[in-house]
């Protein structure tokens, strides 16, 4: 099933982005060019999850905000550069069920719309576009956290999750240890120079358990790469 | 009462004259039954203390509002007695007075609108970084990290003014509740990761995981924020910045200790001065002085204690008390 999202949002190239972002991971998307139209289009469009900006031409989003709950029960979540706590108590007064505020992650968007649409469509695993990379049969899910090469598979932590994805991300190039330190970084985890060197050890491992010996290599006062020997591995 | 006995002098010496007059000329006609005179000298006594009596009652409340200082705009309007003198000085008192107000208005107009202007135009540069930040995101590459980098110190930058021109109006935007310390703290932290990064610093955190203070969160968010940076700016690499959190009999109090460059003691009772850079603005080059002002001034807001200790060379321990 592929669930709709209605992007309301006056910046031409944040549209384009949350666009191409969402198409990304499957979602189908309808951007407001014309307010003029907005309703009409909403209704013929049916979303299953509305994107609101606060500051728009014509009318602000908690007006859109309060006229679309006239229409649907949809899940609304606003995005704005106001972040005061009158402006999100606002936002969820006129109706809205979540405020994300700029600048803003991809990640978060995308954890925040999964889980509004869970909560009000039922499961998510209807999903049908899980988050996959993949490269020559290397093959790694961040939903599941797991790495499969040749029907062998490892499970994976969190945190060696997410340094596969930034090394698969630039393979055979160079990630420098802070952009590392910098994705591992986490608000609960005690981070610092050390704890990258044992999960970097923990990938290693990870990856000598699917016969990837030396995948993972450390680069001196640069840090490390990624390089696809298993294009080589028959 | 003073004021007023003060202003009668004359009226009572121009009296005894005028009666020693009298009575020098009926002297000098040849009148010597001065026992005579005795009645009508006290009658006119007596008539003229009648007179100040009545002069005092009516004029009662102008001769207080001359005596006593100006407190406020509003000493302008009490009320006042039907006495010509009264009546006067009341209605020029509040003429000045509306003058004032009125004048006082606009100025209060042109903040609110100074405010609402900065605080639009933060809102709308908010979103350019937006759109800067998501195009980094889909990079990941090196220059994406060093942009990034930088647009962290945009932000920053942005968030200052929004909260120093939310600063004269903070009763707006004031949302007291109970928080947790460690989370606060935590976030901030995690907020700030680019900047330990880059500059090779980590934090080290010995916090009570169940601590609790009552504040706002935006602002107690922002006041350490600003610590966290100046204690990154003044550390030298690989060092850690300590945070550590607990009670002290009824007072809960958080202490962020940093082994950086210090605050020289000649500085250190002008560092809550706005504007003020000392040695270290000038050694360093990058201060513009209002960020340990903000904190004072916030804390102040929030009636929360801010003390900071430094040595040359040592380190600097600020400390918020709860």
Partial sequence: ?234 | MKLFLQEQISLFVLNVLQLSFIILLLWLDGFHELQKLVYPIFFSFFLLLLYLCYRYLTNRTFYERLSTPVQSINTFNRKVQSSPLSQSLGKLLKDQSERYRKELQSYKDQLDQHIQFINQWVHQMKTPLAVIDLILQNLQNKEAGEISYELDRLKKGLDLVLYTSRLSVFDRDFFVEKLNLESIVRTVTSDLKRLFIRKKLFPQFQLEPSLTVTSDEKWLSFVVMQIVINSVRYSPKDSKILFRSFHRGKTTVLEVIDSGVGIPASDLPRVFDAHFTGQNGRNFHESTGMGLFLVQKICQNLSHQVEIKSIVSKGTTVRISF
């Fill in chain 1, 1 to 234: 099933m592929t669930f709709k999202v209605f992007i309301v949002e006056d910046d031409e190239m944040l549209l384009s982005l949350l666009e191409k972002f969402l198409q990304k991971y499957g979602f189908e998307t309808f951007c407001v060019k014309n307010f003029d139209q907005l309703l009409i289009d909403f209704r013929s469009f049916q979303p299953h999850l509305v994107l609101l900006d606060i500051n728009l031409p014509k009318y602000d989003g908690y007006e859109w905000c309060k006229q679309m709950r006239n229409i649907s029960k949809c899940p609304i979540i606003f995005i704005s550069a106001r972040d005061s706590k009158m402006d999100q108590v606002m936002a969820l007064e006129y109706g809205a069920d979540d405020f994300i505020t700029k600048p803003f992650d991809y990640e978060i968007t995308l954890a925040k719309i999964k889980s509004h649409l869970r909560r009000a469509y039922g499961t998510y695993s209807a999903l049908s576009h899980q988050r996959i990379i993949e490269l020559d049969g290397l093959q790694l899910n961040l939903d599941r956290l797991t790495l499969t090469w040749k029907s062998n598979t490892v499970e994976l932590r969190n945190t060696e999750a997410k340094i596969l994805d930034l090394c698969m991300k630039q393979i055979d190039c160079i990630v420098s240890r802070d952009q590392l330190l910098e994705n591992i970084w986490d608000d609960q985890a005690f981070v610092d120079e050390n704890t990258l060197n044992v999960y970097i050890r923990r990938v290693r491992n990870k990856l000598d358990q699917l016969h990837l010996n030396g995948a993972l290599q450390t680069i001196r006062g640069e840090g490390y790469r990624l390089t696809p020997i298993w294009r080589e591995i028959i």
